[in-house]
């Protein structure tokens, strides 16, 4: 973080950035994942305490959510579209950086639904 506090302070054109990729299981969690949900849900504490302190100081943190599976033939969750938000995500000015950028693919939407439903 020094580093980046540093940059922050050098530069009025870029914005440092801690960007932290995560799942769903921190805003969604299930008994048979609970340790891995627990690690995500402290992951997304972490990132939203840093986003508290830091913003201001003009270092960018940011947590991108991903639900659903990280494949060419998804229509939100493939590769070319995760960088690009993320990439979109970074490029924000200064002050202007938004905390969590949840990307939902439709299929693992409809997958949540499902399981709501108790598998209907």
Same mark, same amino acid.
């Given at each position: @973080?020094?580093?980046l506090?540093?940059?922050?302070?050098s530069?009025? #054109?870029?914005?440092?950035?801690?960007? /932290?990729?995560?799942?769903m299981?921190?805003k969604? !969690?299930? !008994?048979?994942?609970?340790?891995?949900?627990?690690c995500?849900?402290g992951q997304h504490?972490l990132v939203?305490?840093?986003?508290k *302190?830091y *913003?201001?100081k003009?270092?960018?943190?940011? &947590? /991108? /959510?991903?639900?659903?599976?990280v494949?060419?033939?998804?229509s /939100?969750?493939? !590769?070319?579209?995760?960088?690009?938000? #993320?990439?979109?995500?970074?490029?924000?000015?200064?002050?202007?950086?938004? &905390?969590e950028l949840? &990307? @939902?693919?439709?299929?693992y939407?409809?997958?949540i639904?499902?399981? *709501?439903?108790?598998?209907?």
């Open positions: @973080m020094p580093k506090l540093g940059t922050a302070e530069s009025d #054109i870029k914005t440092p950035s801690l960007i /932290v990729t995560s799942g299981l921190a969604d !969690p299930f !008994p048979a994942m609970f340790s891995l949900a627990t995500k849900a504490s939203h305490s840093l986003h *302190e *913003e201001s003009g270092v960018h943190c940011a &947590l /991108v /959510v991903v639900g659903g599976t494949d060419e033939k998804m /939100v969750t493939n !590769p070319r579209n995760i960088a690009g938000e #993320i990439f979109e995500l970074f490029g924000r000015p200064q002050g202007k950086g938004q &905390l949840v &990307l @939902m693919d439709p299929e939407q409809k997958h639904q499902r399981r *709501e439903q108790g598998g209907k």
